[in-house]
């Protein structure tokens, strides 16, 4: 295949797996919803059911810190690879840092988390 070929086909299959995911997302909720109304809960116990499923109030934050650590990795690994002319350093440093994010991530969410359930 010609090199132009796929970069028209690159963006119209990337349309089409996010069509596909949102669809599978909307279909999946109704159907919950629809085994919820099924077993015969009532408009309270669904509220309590998807009350229970509340998100993380600090997610943006860990997603800030996984990004951050993200962002050092890849620049140090740059930085590392033009001196010294080593390929290994920027995947390297991105999965090394990237991991250390997601572990000060993870250990600030609970910190966090202990601090709201003893006030």
């Known amino acids: 295949m010609d090199v132009g070929v796929i970069g028209v086909f690159v963006p ?11 669809v599978t997302f909307f279909y999946l909720r109704s159907k ?3 085994m919820l109304i099924e077993k015969g809960l009532s408009s309270d116990e669904i ?10 109030p600090y997610i943006l934050m860990k997603i800030g810190i996984v990004c951050i650590f993200f962002g050092l990795g890849l620049g140090f690994g740059l930085m590392l690879q033009e001196y010294t002319t080593k390929d290994f350093w920027v995947p390297f440093l991105l999965f090394v840092s990237t991991g250390i994010g997601f572990v000060l991530a993870n250990i600030f969410g609970r910190i ?8």
Request: glycine residues 4%; without cysteine; aromatic residues 10%.
């Open 12 to 22: 119209i299959i990337l349309f089409i797996v996010i069509g596909l995911v949102m």
């Open 32 to 34: 919950e919803k629809q």
């Open 47 to 56: 509220k309590t059911f998807y009350d229970r499923k509340k998100s993380d």
């Open 112 to 119: 966090m988390t202990k601090k709201e359930n003893l006030q």
